[in-house]
């Protein structure tokens, strides 16, 4: 393949000069001037991309501007034409040529240019400030710029050959032709909508769109940086990573418990579109926070944005604009089919229904485990912390609580909780139950009934339980709440009873994942050994007699790297644990199928 000094000087036909006289034209653009990123160069034809007319007889090919057109594809730079001509003849030309291919969205008539191009601008989903546009009439120049505000244009009567060194047409490596052959793929789209006369979301449903959300996106870490740092029209929070320090920030953040994010690629039925868009959330409690959220234009229009935006929760999003269109552009988006990634061992756990009680670090395994799910995490409410491991939660009776007034003065899990958890078990094919807090810390608690000293079961976290003590409901609490010092052995003893009531509400074709307590690293698990191996032995033995138990040993699933504090691990670490879970799941689908 030729460079690009080596193509200059084998063209076999001449290059017009520069021209000597171009006062008259406002729109001539000195090289210094095109330094705005060019992903597309829109070229005339008669007098531009070749010397003639072609309705007038004859052409005489520029063979160092075929050479650019190439040029510009292997920098990831697209090309189209604008030509008042016979369609036929001029593509029968560029065909003759071998050049016919390299040209997207080509606008061939005998209609106004600064219309035209406009459409194909739409068609191609592109700013015009990205578009260059090449034609040796000052007069469609300018009409091109009227009707196309923030189009670069390019008087053709000029050298062409020195817009290959101007900032703004560097592109990038791209001698596979990836981008021509993406946007190729988004004529032939447009095309089949056009000629079936479908409307979008019909077409988008026959399209048979697929998203795979990628979570070990290390390999990819330049394709992540692509998308955070390039992308805009769908890039909805635009913090770039454009220096070391960024880049570590990045890295610590993706570290961080709490934290999910995903690469997401996507194919349809024309073909498959690559690595198109990257996301960042992080858990707090009640609260999620948007770090990334961006995506190529290749998918503008086609609803995966916000498909990605439901699967994680639809969380609140603080926009940085401009963008193309808002998170939410449709009603439902129910053409898009999430389907399994490469590097996950999912089949159909995108169907899966799921419930999960225990510490909200565990939702960074629920996302990978199921799109509806029921989540009993930490949360905070009125600015207590609220915890759902609680024996209480899932041992008392639901009848008499239904109008307690305990359980809606103080800040805790509420009677409709418990009835929702109980509906939660009973529907979910997964269930996954993370108790160990629920033996530390002590802080048990009795209210309400008949009989003194109470008679229904609940846990105070500490931190609620200081906070509220210094609130003007102290006194209040003290009459309401009766203490119950209960040994890790005691406590024991209703945490298996709570695996039993799960057990017994679920379904017959559900599976109970317990979670046992990391013992083998970290300075929690150094003060606490002996309570966490009480609490592991009690997951085994339960997981030992129910036969829809399944014990996820994290001291045997998790390698050392991954365990970040004892109780929270790296996102490697719960990327495990969610295909430890899935593995198990397909497992036990084939089994029920195959009988």
Known sequence: MMDDNAMQEDATAPVRPMATDTSANDFVKAPAQITSTVKLVIWDLDETFWNGTLSEGGIEPVEAHTQMVRTLA??????????????????????????????????????????????????????????????????????????????????????????????????????????????????????????????????????????????????????????????????????????????????????????????????????????????????????????????????????????????IGSPSIQVRTPVANPVKSFDTVDWITEVASADRAFSDNNQRSLCLVGGCDLQQVSFYCGSRRAEFVNTERDGYLVRYDDPGFFLNPRPPLRNSQVLKKFPTWSWQDMVDLDTALAESDVILLSLYFALTGGNFFSFGGEKWGGEYLLKVPPRTLRKYMRSEEALWFAKAFYHRPMAVTKAASLVYKSFLRAAALSGPESRIFVITAVTKTGPQAERTRETRSVYNRICADFCAKEPKAQLVDLDHILPLDDIQDSDHYTRAGYFRIAKFVNETMDAHSQRSRTG
Not at 258 to 269: I, K, M, Q
């Open 74 to 311: 292997d920098r990831g730079i697209l090309s189209s034409i604008c030509s008042k001509n016979d369609s036929a003849a001029a593509k029968a030309e560029l065909e003759a040529l071998g050049i016919w291919e390299f040209f997207v969205f080509p606008h061939i008539d005998w209609t106004p240019k600064g219309q035209a191009i406009g459409n194909i601008l739409k068609r191609a989903q592109l700013r015009a400030p990205n578009v260059l546009f090449l034609d040796d009439n000052p007069m469609n120049l300018e009409e091109a710029a009227f009707f196309n505000e923030g189009l670069l244009t390019y008087d053709a009567r000029q050298d062409l050959l020195s817009l290959l060194d101007m900032p703004g047409l560097q592109g990038k490596d791209d001698r596979e032709h990836a981008r021509l052959k993406q946007y190729r793929m988004l004529e032939a789209k447009q095309s089949d909508q056009d000629a079936g006369a479908l409307d979008n979301i019909d077409f988008l449903r026959q399209s048979d769109i697929k998203v795979e959300i990628v979570a070990d996106f290390a390999p990819h870490m330049d394709r992540v940086l692509e998308l955070i740092n390039r992308t805009n029209q769908l890039n909805y929070t635009k913090n770039r990573v454009e220096t070391d320090e960024a880049r570590q920030d990045l890295e610590a953040l993706l570290s961080t418990v709490g934290v999910h994010a995903g690469l997401v690629r996507v194919s349809d039925r024309y073909g498959d579109y690559g690595f198109v868009g990257f996301f960042v959330t992080r858990l707090q409690f009640d609260r999620t926070t948007v770090h990334h959220f961006c995506f190529s234009c290749r998918t503008l229009n086609m609803g995966v944005e916000q498909f990605i935006w439901e699967r």
